[in-house]
């Protein structure tokens, strides 16, 4: 253990990436953060605008000896005190310092509240740097896949427009029976017999499971995602601004946070925009609309008449219910009657984002 402390006003500005990153392997090899070149051990005078330069670090303590903790420069400058710390700068002394994560919120109070705040937006401008050149390698793939992926989701929108229309509610009465066995379609039959009670025995039957849950929900926005992902990735081909780690924050921070937000949020909506676009198309898939015609007119049901089916290109509704008349002619275009989607990228930037 230090019997004496160090102090080294040597930074004028933020250290770099550089340095940080040989102090940080200088802690996992040594287990020593007090030790490395130009870091102060001394306590600080300093306890507003602190910089923090690190996420909580555990100290491997065991690589010093006897296991001892690391001093603190606020309450323990050459005695044990703590586990695990954090790198931090002091601007108006020029030096650095590793203090422990404990001491440092008691010690800088409100001053540590926002330094944290600082360095979170640090670290996602860092991110979305390294996001932005990922997507400039893999953008003509992403691009190749989002447009006529988004071309289908408007055609989707078109369906959906028609069908409100022409029925509104239909959709969401649709999606509110088919939720309750979360699509699974079940057709009873009296088997004849009754039970010890008399009653009849009744034996429910599956006949599929219907696609379009996604599709017939109120807040289905496929095509405005996709939209909004061409739109970001339009902007990822012009640079982000350049930026630093600087004290006081740097001027261009909310705008790299902002434009790389956006994109972040695009990728890690292309997923599954795909699965609801592919969930429409089943929707309207002969077999699907077939399915869901005989699950309608089952015994039991609630509806007094249920007609759904194809003439053409036109989807047929004639629906009453307990919940009133629907009759709908919907369109249908080509795209969906393909029923084909463009294949997702195989991307570890995708899983990444996700």
Known sequence: ?????????????????????????????????????????????????????????????????GGEKVPCPFCATTAPKFIRGRMAYFPDEHAIRFVGHRCAQVHFGDNFK???????????????????????????????????????????????EQLDGHAPGFRSFLHKELAQTNGELFLRSDLGMTDRLGNAVVQSKSIGKAAG??????????????????????????????????????????????RG???????????????D??????FFSPKNVGLIHRWGNRPQTPFA??????AGRQLLVRCRSIAGEYFANVLIPESIQRGAVPAAPVSELLKKVA
Not at 262 to 274: T, V, Y
Not at 277 to 282: R, S
Not at 305 to 310: D, N, T
């Open 277 to 282: 676009v592919q969930d429409g198309i089943g």
């Open 261 to 275: 937000r956006m994109l972040e949020k695009a990728l890690r909506n292309i997923l599954p925009a795909l699965a």
């Open 114 to 160: 926002h330094a944290e705040r600082t360095f979170r937006r640090q670290m996602a401008c860092r991110s979305y740097i390294d996001l932005w050149k990922e997507v400039a390698e893999q953008r003509p793939g992403l691009v190749q896949f989002v447009q006529p992926l988004s071309a289908i989701a408007e055609d989707l929108h078109f369906t959906i």
């Open 1 to 65: 253990m230090q019997t004496s402390v160090s102090f080294h006003p040597i930074f004028s500005s933020v250290p770099n990436d550089e340095y940080l990153a040989r102090w940080r392997e200088c802690i996992g090899r040594t287990g020593r953060p007090e030790d490395f070149e130009g870091v102060s051990t001394n306590k600080p005078t300093q306890i507003e605008n602190i910089v923090l330069l690190s996420e909580e670090i555990k100290v491997p303590v065991g690589l010093r000896p």
């Open 213 to 258: 849950l996604r599709f017939l929900w109120e807040g289905y926005s496929a095509a405005r995602d996709l939209q909004r992902m061409k739109c970001a990735l339009a902007d990822s081909e012009h640079p982000l601004p350049e930026w630093h780690a600087t004290s006081p924050e740097h001027p261009a921070t909310d705008e790299v946070i902002r």
């Open 305 to 310: 008449k249920f007609e759904f089916g194809f």
